[in-house]
């Protein structure tokens, strides 16, 4: 009976060592897998930042906005800043639908980076319907970083004949695209907007030199990813880490046509 119970005794004690060391090695195993997971993780991105692609140059020396000024009667600058430039024309309400998109997809995802702005060209004689939109626009934010700036239609003319656009403004000098401009007055976008399952087939290279306001998904999609790229651009130049080689462009090996 003593032997009995001594070898039921040892089989306990067996088990219950054996018990607590598969429990120990679970979480040690769980631990070191959630310290060394997001460690992994990091050494996969860390090359990535040596293959960044920047966001194409579309156009050069776009024309200054001298020629205009903002509700306020003060001046406003494309130079050292990274602008969402648009033209809303004579009956800005009519740009509604654009003004809603571009501000919840656009406007309210970047204020909070330096030197971003949204600058909306509108001909002078058009100040009661910016009111108007501004009221519609302001129900929701306050609009710190966006402006109206007011000029004769010459000068608008001018300034979006400096642009590399694929559509001609309306007759009341408005357009439902807006363009990016960096902070040294080049446009931005991409000299191949063409899709993976496209590339594969070899389908010929077009560009995206402005952006379509009225289509959700291409602000949403493109223009936002876009943005978010030129963003991560400047902030490398700040940090000293950015490679002003790579380009999106660098493979492409056939003539780029520029389309919207």
Known sequence: MLNYRYKDGFLNRLFYF?????????????????????VIFLLFLYPSKHNYNTLDVIANNIIEVSAFIDEDGEDVFLENNLTVLGFFGSQPMDKSTVASNLKELIYDKFKGFKRFQILIIIPQGAEAQVKLLKKELLKYDELKYWSFAYGHEQDIQKLYNSLNAS?????????????IIDKDRNQRGRLDDRTERQVEKQEGAYGLSSYDCIKVAVVKNKMSEDMRILFTEYRQKRKGTFDSTSRRADDIKTEVKIED
């Open 18 to 38: 054996c018990t607590m060391t598969t429990k120990r090695i679970k979480k040690i195993s769980i631990l070191a897998i959630l310290f060394f997971l997001p």
């Open 167 to 179: 559509n001609n403004l309306e007759p009341n000098l408005a357009t439902d695209h807006v363009f």
